[in-house]
């Protein structure tokens, strides 16, 4: 992983801004989707899309690639405008979001893009596929990474828990998670839907190594990363406290926005916010 000096911090923030307004766009055009989730993930998806992956877009299929798997698959709206930034398919395919034979469904399909690693949908399944493209590098002797992007809400499934109990018995430090705590699901806040503290200690519990830091924090982010990888004898579970709607503000911390797309008018004014923001990161240059 190359180094982080201010310069490139600088513009992975810029990107991840960029990413927002794209996700904003494409959900206007789709109709549906989900825009929480997706905002709030945008600067852990640029994080690892331009600075974390080792990865190739002219070569999605490159044996010794990073893998990257995304459990909670009804994000993928952040996934696909990071990977049309990163160069994967051209943008003008984001207007196609969840459109009748476009490539970009409303959950990952894996044979449909080249650069998706797995279709996921049904919630708490994507740690387990994780798992085995980890234990198949871990028996190869592959030194790629597995990561795997995990929903809070997920840790309320069954499978997840087997996953958590086989990677810690196998030691599979090879994969790291990364868990979107935002405190948020479809019907409120995940503590008072079915209460999911204590998340740290139930990890450490089954043999992870567990760290928390602000996913809005690319800095932080990373070096937690770096941290996780240098973790030689079990698995890592980042925790990422983001917030759902970010750099939205009438979205920001309401769960309502988790299933449901701006309509023209909430798209113009969170577009607005998000091109201020841009300027502000530039010093107002255009």
């Not at 490139?8 to 549906?32: F, H, P, T």
């Not at 809070?152 to 979107?180: C, H, P, Y």
């Amino acid at each position: 992983m190359q180094s982080l000096n201010t310069s490139k911090l600088r513009s992975l923030e810029l990107k991840a801004n960029e990413i927002r307004q794209d996700v904003i766009e494409s959900l206007l055009l789709a109709g549906s989707g989900h825009s929480a989730g997706s905002l709030g993930m945008a600067d852990i998806f640029t994080a690892f899309y331009f600075h974390i992956l080792n990865h190739n877009p002219k070569r999605p299929q490159w044996a010794d690639r990073d893998r990257l798997v995304l459990s909670n698959g009804h994000i993928c709206p952040v996934q696909y405008a990071t990977m049309a930034h990163a160069g994967y398919f051209p943008r003008e395919e984001l207007k196609t979001l969840r459109k009748i034979n476009s490539r970009i469904q409303g959950h990952p399909h894996r044979t449909a893009l080249p650069g998706l690693e797995t279709t996921s949908g049904p919630l708490g399944s994507g740690l387990s596929q994780a798992i085995g493209i980890a234990l198949a590098a871990q028996l190869d002797k592959k030194k790629y990474y597995t990561y795997c992007l995990t929903s809070d809400g997920e840790q309320q499934e069954g499978n997840t828990w087997e996953a958590v109990m086989f990677a810690g018995k196998r030691r599979l430090s090879n994969l790291i998670s990364v868990m979107d705590r935002n405190y948020i699901q479809i019907d409120g806040d995940t503590e008072e839907v079915m209460a999911l503290e204590p998340l740290r200690a139930k990890y450490e519990a089954f043999n992870w190594h567990v760290l928390e830091v602000d996913g809005h924090n690319l800095a932080a982010f990373i070096g937690a990363v770096n941290e996780a990888r240098a973790v030689y004898e079990k698995p890592t579970l980042i925790i990422a406290h983001t917030i759902p709607g970010k750099g939205v503000g009438f979205m920001e911390n309401d769960y309502r926005w988790h299933g449901m797309p701006p309509n023209q008018d909430q798209a113009k004014i969170a577009l607005s916010e998000l091109q201020a923001q841009h300027q502000s990161l530039t010093g107002g240059r255009s």
